[in-house]
């Protein structure tokens, strides 16, 4: 497909791609040496639940996101330089490991990315 022809939510695969991505990421997460201890304390389906909506309707999709915005979701949680890291690593481990292609990872990299002064020491 291509990248200037269609949506990001589209190339992600639609809100089914979206969740099954969503799914590992979560893992990663879970799995995660640095930020593991903070989403093991989170209710999992919620939390699955909001990140499915952000990222779909982040991208491109019809549904609509219930939750916080990112500042009031991260408002003191003190998030570290580390733990910001660790979570796009963890999101572009998810990606590829969907066979999601360089250029949309990138793209979602530089979403992410974006959101760092709404997420890092906030």
């Not at 304390?41 to 916080?68: M, N, Q, V």
């Not at 979570?87 to 990606?95: C, K, Q, S």
């Not at 590829?96 to 250029?103: A, K």
Request: aromatic content about 6%; hydrophobic content about 40%.
């Amino acid at each position: 497909m291509s990248t200037t022809t269609t949506t990001l939510y589209d190339r992600l695969g639609r809100r089914e791609g979206i969740a099954r991505i969503t799914h590992t990421l979560i893992d990663n997460h879970l799995a995660s040496p640095v930020v593991g201890v903070r989403f093991r304390a989170a209710d999992h389906d919620k939390l699955e639940r909001l990140a499915i909506e952000f990222f779909c309707a982040g991208s491109g999709g019809p549904e609509a996101y219930t939750g916080r915005d990112m500042l009031a979701t991260h408002q003191g949680m003190n998030v570290s330089e580390q733990e910001f890291v660790a979570v796009i690593d963890d999101a572009m481990a998810a990606l590829e490991s969907h066979g999601i292609e360089p250029g949309t990872r990138n793209e979602v990299l530089g979403v992410l990315w974006s959101l760092k002064g709404q997420v890092l020491r906030v």
